[in-house]
Antibody, heavy 125, light 108 residues
């Protein structure tokens, strides 16, 4: 069955960058996209952006434009999310999720399924 | 950006109760509305996609419906394993997806 496995927890200083990985298995990677969602402690879900597993197209939430980069490595079926200029309020659990969208603007039926287990990123001096 | 307003933010219910959670979109999103369940310390899991389609393996006591820009998640008979936080999500906008604020379902 489809599965996403994320990299381990990170502790970063303010101003640093973090790169979280998300390795896919059990499905054809290029038939789906990957979305990234974060959740601050005790808070709700916040969509950060999406990358196509098909054509490397990306779509970032305006809030993160200029500070986030999402990439994929087709050979290892791994997606990456890099967030730069970290601040303490970036402390959160970061999730990747399989997204049915492969082409921007074309939305097939389906939701984010499955999700990775989450990666805790702590930003503290 | 499309805003998703979920209500209530929390509710207390008993096992066997019928529970309804509502999500209102700030503009038309067609039927591009999904529902997720999240338990403490765990990743969210998909329950319902495209308004009313039940994900494989999800119990039939969960259902979804729509009236215009108002969407509803109904749990027909609450079970002990259903105590969790529920989120709606729109995937209509090409600008990007947005989630509701969440509804925490607690034991009365």
């Amino acid at each position: 069955q489809a599965q996403l496995v994320q990299s381990g927890p990170e502790l970063k200083r303010p101003g640093a960058s973090v790169k979280v990985s998300c390795r896919a298995s059990g499905y054809i990677f290029t038939n789906y996209g990957v979305s990234w969602v974060r959740q601050a402690p005790g808070q709700g879900l916040e969509w950060m952006g999406w990358i196509s597993g098909y054509n490397f197209e990306t779509n970032y939430a305006q809030k993160f434009q200029g500070r986030v980069t999402m990439t994929t490595d087709i050979s290892t079926e791994t997606a990456y999310m890099e967030l730069r200029s970290l601040r303490p309020d970036d402390t959160a659990v970061y999730y990747c999720a399989r997204d049915p969208i492969t082409i921007l603007g074309v939305v097939p039926p389906g939701g984010f399924d499955p999700w990775g287990q989450g990666t805790l990123v702590t930003v503290s001096a | 950006d499309i805003q998703m307003t979920q209500s209530p933010s929390s509710l207390s219910a008993s096992v066997g109760d019928r529970v309804t959670i509502t999500c209102r979109a700030s503009q038309s999103i067609g039927g591009y509305l999904n529902w997720y369940q999240q338990k403490p310390g765990k990743a969210p899991t998909l329950l319902i996609f495209t308004t009313s389609s039940l994900r494989s393996g999800v119990p039939s006591r969960f259902s979804g419906s729509r009236s215009g820009t108002d969407f509803t998640l109904t749990i027909s008979s609450l079970q002990p394993e259903d105590f969790a936080t529920y989120y709606c999500q729109q995937t209509y906008s090409s600008v990007g997806s947005t989630f509701g604020q969440g509804t925490r379902v607690e034991i009365k």
